[in-house]
């Protein structure tokens, strides 16, 4: 089963972290992960993908303008509708929004006919309620390794929900 971890990345944290989610994916046996930037999407892949994971940085309490754009103007182009859909998120600041952008990208998935998923508090800790969010300044690959649990966790949830589902 193929699964697309879709980013958009300035500095490489959303870059690295979207790698260590789609590593978590790989957990799950016949799983096929694959991370991309809006820039390099392979979109028969993503297309073919059952479960598509959003993530981009923090600018100003909301997404980046650059996957705003892609949102609104690619993203419909994957045959989303019944597809399983999750998003993170990468900060600075421990309150500078990180959560809103992730219900900005869950409410973009749910408008095109997406169920999303996070696992909540069902799967016990850590507990991930919308989706993870990792707090780093710009290229601290150390402070990114904090979170690599998390999102790797996050991936693996996320897999075995994708496969619960679609078989």
Known sequence: MKLSVIYHSVSGNTARM???????????????????????VDM???????CIVAGCPTYVAD???????????????????????????????IHG???LVIQALLDHMLTMGMAVYSGGGSKG???????PVA???AGDVE???????????????MAEKAVELFG
């Open 18 to 40: 979207a790698q260590v989610i789609a590593e978590g994916m790989k957990l799950v046996p016949g799983v096929e992960a694959r991370a991309f930037s809006i820039d390099a």
């Open 63 to 93: 997404t980046s303008a650059a996957m705003h754009q892609w949102l609104e103007k690619e993203m419909g182009k994957l045959d989303l509708p019944g597809k399983l859909g999750g998003a993170f998120d990468t900060a600075q600041y």
């Open 135 to 137: 707090i780093a300044e």
């Open 44 to 50: 028969d892949f993503a297309r073919e993908s059952r």
């Open 97 to 99: 929004g990180g959560e």
């Open 125 to 131: 800790r850590p507990v991930i309620h919308l989706g």
């Open 143 to 157: 402070a990114l390794m904090e979170f690599d649990d998390t999102f790797r966790i996050y991936g693996q949830r």
